[in-house]
Nanobody, 116 residues
Framework: QVQLVESGGGLVQPGGTLRLTCAAS????????MGWHRQVPGKERQWVAS????????FYGDSVKGRFTLSRDNAKNTMYLQMSGLKPEDTGVYYC?????????WGQGTQVTVSS
């Protein structure tokens, strides 16, 4: 059974930083495809960043490239999203995603609000 639990969201001022955490079980984050997405009400879920299996290459959406960093702690089976230089348009619910044998799994999400 795959479980993904996000945490670390909150209210932050523009230009601030946050680190999101995705604690995973039932999936091996060092081997399986993992990623972060975000969504605001009334809009489709937007891809933010991904890492694929044992390949250490990370991929980022254009809107977050250079500001967000995806990392993994394989020993803890936990994935992170370090966010810096936050902008109001980064506001949304951030979801952790895993793909295991072609099936997508999602966490419950964590709210990030960027506002002064």
């Amino acid at each position: 059974q795959v479980q993904l639990v996000e945490s670390g969201g909150g209210l932050v001022q523009p230009g601030g930083t946050l680190r999101l955490t995705c604690a995973a079980s039932g999936v091996d984050i060092s081997r399986d495809a993992m990623g972060w997405h975000r969504q605001v009400p009334g809009k489709e879920r937007q891809w933010v960043a991904s890492v694929f299996g044992s390949d250490s290459t990370r991929f980022y959406g254009d809107s977050v490239k250079g500001r967000f960093t995806l990392s993994r702690d394989n020993a803890k089976n936990t994935m992170y999203l370090q966010m810096s230089g936050l902008k109001p348009e980064d506001t949304g619910v951030y979801y952790c995603k895993a793909v295991l044998r072609g099936t997508e799994y999602w966490g419950q999400g964590t709210q990030v609000t960027v506002s002064s």
